[in-house]
């Protein structure tokens, strides 16, 4: 069974661009590319908030195993915690795992 793994952040406007640039020069390639994952894709959400922009990242496991071996690892540790390091609370996060039927 196919899965995602989606993680919906919502940023504020003053630092978009800024973190938007780390987001795909450094943190979405650095999971991505751990043997757990085969890709992974950037969206931003229209809405009408003016202080803040909504984006999900939709990671691509090889399996539902892989992800949980993942989220077991050091390296999901050392990337959430590097995350938090450089934005703290200023950025919201929510994570989901979607399955294909």
């Known amino acids: 069974m196919k899965c ?3 993680v919906r952040l ?8 800024e973190w938007r640039q ?3 020069r450094e943190h979405i390639p650095a999971l991505a590319g751990l043997p757990w ?14 202080d803040a ?7 691509e ?3 539902m195993e892989a ?12 990337l959430r915690a590097e995350f938090t390091q450089r934005y703290g ?3 919201t996060i929510s994570r989901e795992i979607w399955l294909e039927q």
């Open 89 to 91: 609370n200023n950025v």
């Open 61 to 63: 496991p090889n399996s």
């Open 4 to 6: 995602y793994y989606s």
């Open 10 to 17: 919502v940023v504020p406007a003053a630092i978009e661009e």
């Open 67 to 78: 992800l949980d071996t993942y989220f077991k690892s050091d390296e999901c540790t050392q």
């Open 37 to 50: 994952f085969s890709g992974a894709h950037l969206y931003k959400i229209e809405s009408p908030a003016h």
């Open 22 to 24: 780390w987001m795909l």
């Open 53 to 59: 922009v909504e984006y999900i990242v939709m990671y």
